[in-house]
C-alpha cells in the first residue's frame, strides 16, 4: 500500500515538472502583439478610448457592449441654466466637497419613502423586492463608486426631466445667490441642496455619472453624463436592480480618498448615521475560521509508519473519532455588507419609551463624552414650527469653556433636517451663556441643505432658539437641589449669571437659578428665593457685599451694623457677581441694596430717630470741619453713619457709582487705557465719608476741632483716617507716597523721634 502510494506521488511530481517547463517555453516564446500599444508614447487614440470605455464599465457589460450603448442611446444637452449651474458648482467650490455623499444618501432616502408611503395603497407596489436599503460600494479597481438604493426608481421619462431639467426659478434663485455670494466672498458650498441641485454635487468629485434606475411602470434605463451632455438608453442587462437606482461615480484623480472605506464610513456616520432607511457599506473584516485538513496534506505531513502499527491504531479509534474531521486555524478576510446608522434617532420615539440608559448611551455616542449627562429633556415642539429636541447638560463643564467667550462657534448642539444631519457650525443656535448644552435639534419645517448663511438668518430658526432656550432652563430648575448646588452650580453658575447679564427676556427664569453663599452659612450657598423667604420683618431690600474673597466681605466695615442686627447678608466674590446684581433690578418685588453704597438705612421707632438727629447735631462742627478743610476735594460730604459699630469710618459710593471692588475689576481691565469718558467719569466721582459717632477716635478729634479747628495734628489724623477707610473701603490710594509719609510722621510722634532726624 505504501509502495502505492510512493509511485504515485512520483508520478504526479514528474507530470507537474513537464507542464512547468512546457509553460515556461511557451511564455519566453511567445511575441507580444503590438508591443507598442504598452507604451504610453505611442498609445493611440483608439487605444485611449477603448481604455476609457474599459474603465467605465458595468458589471455584465463589457467594453463592446458600452460602446455600442453609447451609439444606440439618445443624446441630450442639459438646459443652458443647469449647465452654467453645474460649471459654477464644479469650478467654484473648493470646500467641503464631502457633502455629495450626504445629498446621494438624502435623495436615496426620499425614494425610498416614496415607495414605502406608495406600498400603503398598492399591494404590488413591493412586490419586486420587499428590501428597503441603501447600499454603498467602493470599487478601486475601477475607480467607481456606487450608491444603490431600493427606492422608487425612475422611468425613462423620469430620468430624462428630474436628472436633465430643473424648474427655472429654482435654478435661477440658485445663480443669483451663488454670484451674490461670490461677490461678497463668502463661502458658496453649503448652497449645494438648497435648490434641488443635491444631485450635481456628484461632479464635483466625479467626471462621470451613470444612473441605472429601474421604475415599477418601466424597463431598466441607463442616464450618463459628463456634465456637459447627458444620454439615456434601456438597459441591455434587462432587469437587474428588481426596483430602484444605482448611482455609479467615476472619480477624478484628485477624489481617490472617497474609495477608501474609512472615509465613506466616516461620511455616512457624520452626516446620515439617523436616516430612518439601513445604509450598508461594502466592507471586509478579518475572521478567525477552523478549516479541514485536507488527507493528502496530511499524509505528506506525517512521517512514515510500520504498517502493523498503523494497522493497531486504526483498531483502537472510536468511531466518533473516525466520523469527526481534523481542522485547523486561519485568519481570512471576508468581504460582507456592514450597517453604518445601527444607531436609532431615538428622539422619534415618545420620551416615555425611552429609557434612562437608552438617553446615557445616545448622548455618551454623539457627544464623545465618557460620562453620563447630569440631565437632559426630550421634547417636541409644535406650532410655528415642529421640531423634536433632546438637549442635554453634561456632568463637567468642557475644557476652555470662556476661552473666546462669545466669537467661538458653539457646535454642542446639532441641526437635522428630516435625520438628516446638516450643520453644527452655529453661533446663535443657542445663546452665548448656554455654550454647554449639547444635544440636537430635527425639524421637517426647515428647507433641507440649505446653507448655514441663509439657515442663520431664517425666521424658523429664531423661533427654534426661543424653544430651545425654554426648555434648557426648565430642565436645570428640574435638577435635583443636591445634584444642582454641589455639581452644577459649580460647573456652570458663572454661566447663569452671564445669562442673567445677556438674557433680557429670561432673566427672571434666570434669577431663580442663581445661588450665593451669604453670612447664613459657612459652606451651603443660597438661591434668592431662600434669601427673601428668611428676611426679617419690614426688610425691604436684599443686601449684598462684594469683595475678593467671603473673609474681606464679611470683615468689611459695611456689614458690621446688618450684622449685628440679624440681617442676611450677600457676599459676592466672583468678579461677574456685581455685575449680575447690576443687571438685576429687584427679585420678588425687593430691590437690591449694595451696603458699600448710599441708601442703606433701618427701620427705626422715634426715640431712637430723635438720638440720631441728636447725634448729627452734635457732630455737625467735625462733618463740617472734615468737608472744608483737611479733606477739601477729597469728599463729596461727611455723614454720621447709621452702617458702622467698631470701625471710626468709612468712604461710601453714591447709589450709581462704583463700589471699592468694581473699581477695582474695572482698572484691571486689559483694554482700559484711561481715556475712556465713562470710566473716567465713574472713578472721578467724589465718595462721602461716614464717621463713627461712637468711636473714640472719632470722639477725641470732636473735641480737637471743637478747641482749635487749626490744629493740624487733627488734620493729619483726619486725611490718615480718610486714606486708612479708602483702602478698607475697596478702593485704591491715588497718592502712596504721600500716605507712607503721614503714617512715618505719626510714629515718630508717637515714639518721641525727631522728625528730621535721618537715617545713619
Known sequence: MRRVWVIGLLCALVAFAAVKAEDEVDVDGMVEEDVGKSRDASRTDDEVVQREEEAIQLDGLNAAQIKELRDKSEK???????N???KLIINSLYKNKEIF??????NASDALDKIRLLSLTNDEAMASNEELTIKIKSDKERNMLHITDTGIGMTKEDLVKNLGTIAKSGTSEFLNKMNDMQTEDQSTSELIGQFGVGFYSAFLIADKVIVTSKHNNDTQHIWESDSNQFSVIEDPRGNTLGRGSTVTLVLKEEASDYLELETIKNLVKKYSQFINFPIYVWASKTETVEEPIEEDAEAAAEPEKDAAEEEAEVEEEDEEDKEKPKTKTVEKTVWDWELMNDIKPIWQRPAKEVEEDEY????????????NPLAHIHFTAEGEVTFRSILFVPTAAPRGLFDEYGSKKNDYIKLFVRRVFITDDFNDMMPKYLNFVKGMVDSDDLPLNVSRETLQQHK??????????????????????EHYNDKFWKEFGTNIKLGVIEDHSNRTRLAKLLRFITSNSDSVVTSLEQYVERMKEKQDKIYFMAGTSRKEAESSPFVERLLKKGYEVIYLTEP???????ALPEFDGKRFQNVAKEGVKFDESDKTKEKREALEKEYEPLTTWLKDKPLKDMIEKAIVSQRLTNSPCALVASQYGWSGNMERIMKAQAYQTGKDISTNYYASQKKTLEINPKHPL???MLNKVNDNGEDQTASDLAVVLFETATLRSGYQLADTKAYGERIERMLRLSMNVALDEQAS
Open 698 to 700: 472719632i470722639k477725641q
Open 84 to 86: 452654467r449651474m453645474m
Open 101 to 106: 455623499l450626504r445629498e446621494l444618501i438624502s
Open 76 to 82: 441630450h444637452v442639459f438646459q443652458a441654466e443647469v
Open 576 to 582: 461677574v457677581d456685581e455685575y449680575c446684581i447690576q
Open 460 to 481: 424658523l430658526l429664531k423661533v427654534i432658539r426661543k424653544k430651545l432656550v425654554r426648555k434648557t432652563l426648565d430642565m436645570i430648575k428640574k435638577i435635583a437641589e
Open 360 to 371: 446615557n448611551a445616545f448622548y455618551k455616542t454623539f457627544s464623545k463624552d465618557t460620562e
